[in-house]
């Protein structure tokens, strides 16, 4: 059964950072896929960053690029999101997610999720 428990949100200024991290267990994760996704209230969950287990290949948002960096651990199974610069519209509730790594589409067809942390940026 796999488990995902994320951790490290809270409340910040805008221009702050936080880090994210996302405990993973209930399997080996090596041909797996990791990503972080967020839903601000009143709008869909939206992807905002992937990583590949094994190989580490990153994939970002676009409206995350320069400001965010997913990583992982793989020793300890844990994935790790830095958020610099956050805007007022990062805020959101950060959901950890992750499938078989098939190579297809890395924004969606997660089936794994964990239960979320809340990021609060304000102006």
């Known amino acids: 059964q796999v488990q995902l428990v994320e951790s490290g949100g809270g409340v910040v200024q805008a221009g702050g950072s936080l880090r994210l991290s996302c405990a993973a267990s209930?399997?080996?994760?090596?041909?797996?896929?990791m990503a972080w996704f967020r839903q601000a209230p009143g709008k869909e969950r939206e992807f905002v960053a992937a990583i590949s287990w094994r190989i580490g290949y990153q994939y970002y948002a676009d409206s995350v690029k320069g400001r965010f960096a997913i990583s992982r651990d793989n020793e300890k199974t844990t994935m790790f999101l830095q958020m610099n610069s956050l805007e007022p519209g990062d805020t959101a509730v950060y959901y950890c997610?992750?499938?078989?790594?098939?190579?297809?589409?890395?924004?969606?067809?997660?089936?794994?999720w964990g239960q979320g942390t809340q990021v609060t940026v304000f102006s």
């Open positions: 997610a992750t499938k078989y790594n098939s190579g297809t589409s890395y924004w969606t067809g997660y089936n794994h």
């Open positions: 209930g399997r080996t994760f090596n041909n797996y896929i």
